[in-house]
T-cell receptor
Framework: DADVTQTPRNRITKTGKRIMLECSQTKGHDRMYWYRQDPGLGLQLIYYSFDVKDINKGEISDGYSVSRQAQAKFSLSLESAIPNQTALYFC?????????????FGPGTRLTVL | AQKVTQAQTEISVVEKEDVTLDCVYETRDTTYYLFWYKQPPSGELVFLIRRNSFDEQNEISGRYSWNFQKSTSSFNFTITASQVVDSAVYFCALRGNFGNEKLTFGTGTRLTIIP
């Protein structure tokens, strides 16, 4: 079984709809991250969480919110989706120490907002 | 601020040729960490290597090798005897030290291996 899972894997929605992307991990990591990938722009950090009670905004948090329900679960919500939020979304996890901080990524969620 | 530059947007080589992907970074941290990830056509991101700034020893893993040069702020990736399965987008990334621990990605290099 995959260590980092994301649901759904693909989603098509309409402008103005609320949508939630979910991420779960079995790696036992404290830290979790949400990124979006747009063609030619690499990955941009949306939100990150270093533990259940520690949530921080990334580079492009406007229009997004997150919830860290447990150590293993980190959800990303689009309160009112807009077409320029069409992108590939990745969840990642990492450990806390300098030897365990490599980020491991989920398979991605391809979101299309019409 | 941290920055990672991958100047090569796309590279195409014929199978079995060697190819080097360039990565240049900027950071004010004296301790930092560099990474390479592979994104095959299926879309997932696969971790390849992590390098600490205080360890300048180059690394080889099979057909893959990495050349870290602090003097030129570069962390280049070479694939020897390329194969079609190496076709992917490759991302270089940088993580700073305490208080600056976010991962900054380059824009990626799309590598196509021609059979």
């Amino acid at each position: 079984d995959a260590d980092v899972t994301q649901t759904p894997r693909n989603r098509i929605t309409k402008t103005g709809k609320r949508i939630m992307l979910e991420c779960s991990q079995t790696k036992g990591h404290d830290r979790m991250y949400w990124y979006r990938q747009d063609p030619g722009l690499g990955l941009q950090l949306i939100y990150y969480s270093f533990d259940v009670k520690d949530i921080n905004k990334g580079e492009i948090s406007d229009g997004y919110s997150v919830s860290r329900q447990a150590q293993a679960k980190f959800s990303l919500s689009l309160e009112s989706a807009i077409p320029n939020q069409t992108a590939l979304y990745f969840c990642a996890t990492s450990g806390r120490g300098s030897r365990t901080d490599t980020q491991y990524f989920g398979p991605g969620t391809r979101l299309t907002v019409l | 601020a941290q920055k990672v530059t991958q100047a090569q947007t796309e590279i195409s080589v014929v199978e079995k040729e060697d190819v080097t992907l360039d990565c240049v970074y900027e950071t004010r941290d004296t301790t930092y960490y560099l990474f390479w990830y592979k994104q095959p056509p299926s879309g997932e991101l696969v971790f390849l290597i992590r390098r600490n700034s205080f360890d300048e020893q180059n690394e080889i893993s099979g057909r893959y090798s990495w050349n870290f040069q602090k003097s030129t702020s570069s962390f280049n990736f070479t694939i020897t005897a390329s194969q079609v399965v190496d076709s992917a987008v490759y991302f270089c990334a940088l993580r700073g030290n305490f208080g600056n621990e976010k991962l900054t990605f380059g824009t990626g290099t799309r590598l196509t291996i021609i059979p």
